[in-house]
C-alpha cells in the first residue's frame, strides 16, 4: 500500500532553514509526481510545488519562488522541501502528497505532515 | 498563478439537509477541479476529481458539478460524518491552487 513518511517536527529561529523529508513506499517512487502543501494553523491548505521524481524538474508556486527547493533522491525514494528564511508565518504544518494514480491527477496520498515552528 | 474561490467560507446546516458549495476560478481550467474534505487534525481526503467524477469509495451523496470556471460540490443529505471542511483544488497547470476552504457545522 502506499506510504508517505515524513520527517519529524521541527522548531527554527527566523531567519533559518529547514528541510523536511517524505519517505515513499509501496509504489514505483519515480512514476508519480509528489506536490508539497502546507497549512498554518487554523488556516487552508496552501499548494506550495511539486516534484517530478524520474527526472527531478520542479514548479514552484510563485509565492514561495526563490525560497523553496524540492529534490529528489532516488536510491532512498525520498522527497525533500527546504524552505529558506523562515518567518513566523511559516509556522504550519507541510504535507508531501501523491496524485492519486496516473490516470486521476487530483492528490490522494498524503503524509502525515510535519509541524515546523518558526519562533525566536 | 489562477486564483480560486469558494462561497460560503462557513454553512451551518442540519442532518438531512441539502448542501451545495461553490468554487470559481479566475480563468478556465476546463474539468481540472477536484474536491477534498478535511477534518481537525487530520489531512484531506479527495472526493470528487475532474469536477463530477466520484473518488472511490465516497459515498454517493456527495456529488460534483461544472466545467469552466464554475464548479459546484453538493451533499444530497447531510450525515453526521460530513461536519468538516471542504476545499476545491485546480489542476489545470503546473499551479494547483487550492480554494479557501468552506467549513460545514452544525446548525
Known amino acids: 500500500q502506499v506510504q508517505l513518511v515524513q520527517s519529524g517536527a521541527e522548531v527554527k529561529k527566523p531567519g533559518a532553514s529547514v528541510k523536511v523529508s517524505c519517505k515513499a513506499s509501496?509504489?514505483?517512487?519515480?512514476?508519480?509526481?509528489m506536490h508539497w502543501v502546507r497549512q498554518a494553523p487554523g488556516q487552508g491548505l496552501e499548494w506550495m510545488g511539486i516534484?517530478?521524481?524520474?527526472?527531478?524538474?520542479?514548479s514552484y508556486a510563485q509565492k514561495f519562488q526563490g525560497r523553496v527547493t524540492m529534490t529528489r533522491d532516488t536510491s532512498t525514494s525520498t522527497v525533500y522541501m527546504e524552505l529558506s528564511s523562515l518567518r513566523s508565518e511559516d509556522t504550519a504544518v507541510y504535507y508531501c502528497?501523491?496524485?492519486?494514480?496516473?490516470?486521476?491527477?487530483?492528490?490522494?496520498?498524503w503524509g502525515q505532515g510535519t509541524l515546523v515552528t518558526v519562533s525566536s | 498563478d489562477i486564483q480560486m474561490t469558494q462561497s460560503p467560507s462557513t454553512l451551518s446546516a442540519s442532518v438531512g439537509d441539502r448542501v451545495t458549495i461553490t468554487c470559481r476560478a479566475s480563468?478556465?481550467?476546463?474539468?481540472?477541479l477536484a474536491w477534498y474534505q478535511q477534518k481537525p487534525g487530520k489531512a484531506p481526503k479527495l472526493l470528487i476529481y475532474?469536477?463530477?467524477s466520484l473518488e472511490s469509495g465516497v459515498p454517493s451523496r456527495f456529488s460534483g458539478s461544472g466545467s469552466g470556471t464554475e464548479f459546484t460540490l453538493t451533499i444530497s443529505s447531510l450525515q453526521p460524518d460530513d461536519f468538516a471542511t471542504y476545499y476545491c483544488?485546480?489542476?489545470?497547470?503546473?499551479?494547483?491552487?487550492f480554494g479557501p476552504g468552506t467549513k460545514v457545522d452544525i446548525k
Open positions: 475532474k469536477a463530477s
Open positions: 502528497a501523491r496524485v492519486m494514480s496516473l490516470a486521476v491527477a487530483a492528490i490522494g496520498y
Open positions: 483544488q485546480q489542476y489545470n497547470s503546473y499551479s494547483f491552487t
Open positions: 509501496g509504489y514505483t517512487f519515480t512514476s508519480y509526481y
Open positions: 516534484i517530478n521524481p524520474s527526472g527531478g524538474s520542479t
Open positions: 480563468q478556465s481550467i476546463s474539468s481540472w
